[in-house]
């Protein structure tokens, strides 16, 4: 029983001190080993590995991926034209040499980012103190990026290298500051409402316009139609009076006797006209001169 007891043991044993001296590298990890406090070894490949068991040698990890920098302080910036900015940005960037890393910056990537913060804040400041609110948000804007991710590589690469690299270097926003921003909304919404006010006057004047036009068109169209009609009212008067003319020359006697029959039909147009004449008067006469006719001997 304690012979098994002591294998049992034994191999406790011998896994953890295996446990102890093992260890995994993952290909998105650099592998450091410390030896007393001391850098003794960098792995950049991946796989299984040996080391001495605690404490002469402990193991590390540091990423070895892309990462991310997005802008930590929201503090304004002023520009050329003195006016305070807020821009946003980040930075991609990637450890690449672990020891100049570990001397020169951090245990962890957390202090690369914090430390690069800082150096990328300072960089745009200095190039956005140089340049206007409109090289910000023009073509120029690409030129201000590459001067700064250039400005950081001189630092992240200078006499005491961090051991990073800067892939790239983007602005994501440039905005006034909040109260700046409300002032401009506001002289934008004034300029849009003189704007639209203007154009509603332009609109109304071009509207009058149109109608004066319309209607003056409307009066001669009136007036040459009339004028037409009249002319042609005239002919056609004309006309009427020389067919009567002609006709009534041809027998005076039935002209009279048309025309008096003419007056009595526009005098006696309704049942209750009433009408008081001297039976002697001319007005009669056909009618007289028709019953006297009637009145008179067949031959």
Do not use: H
């Amino acid at each position: 029983m304690n012979r098994i007891g002591f294998i049992v043991s034994s191999i406790l044993v011998l896994l953890a001190l295996a446990s102890s001296t093992l260890f995994v590298v993952d290909q998105r990890q650099f592998g450091v080993v410390y030896a007393l406090g001391q850098i003794k070894e960098v792995i950049t490949e991946p796989g299984l590995n040996f080391k001495l068991p605690p404490p002469f040698q402990n193991v590390s990890y540091i990423d070895k991926r892309l990462l991310t920098l997005s802008s930590l302080d929201p503090e304004p910036m002023l520009t050329a034209e003195k006016q305070r900015v807020v821009i946003d940005w980040y930075v991609r960037w990637r450890i690449t040499n672990p020891s100049e890393y570990i001397r020169n910056v951090g245990l962890d990537e957390n202090a690369g980012a914090v430390q690069l913060n800082r150096v990328v804040r300072n960089a745009f400041q200095e190039n956005i103190n140089k340049r206007t609110v409109r090289d910000l948000i023009s073509v120029r804007r690409e030129q201000l990026m590459s001067d700064v991710q250039r400005e950081v590589l001189d630092v992240v690469k200078g006499a005491k290298p961090w051991g990073v690299d800067i892939i790239d270097v983007r602005i994501t926003r440039v905005d006034y500051v909040e109260a700046i921003t409300e002032s401009v909304y506001r002289r934008m919404e004034a300029e849009r409402k003189r704007v639209a006010n203007e154009l509603r006057s332009t609109g109304v004047a071009e509207g009058e316009k149109i109608r004066a036009d319309a209607d003056r068109q409307r009066e001669v169209i009136v007036a040459n139609a009339y004028r037409d009609a009249q002319k042609i009212k005239g002919e056609g008067d004309a006309r009427a009076a020389s067919l009567y003319a002609d006709a009534f020359g041809r027998d005076p006697q039935f002209a009279l006797f048309y025309r008096s029959l003419d007056a009595y039909k526009q005098s006696f147009n309704k049942k209750s006209d009433v009408m008081i004449l001297d039976p002697s008067s001319d007005f009669f006469r056909s009618m007289q001169s028709s019953g006297s006719t009637s009145n008179a001997p067949r031959r």
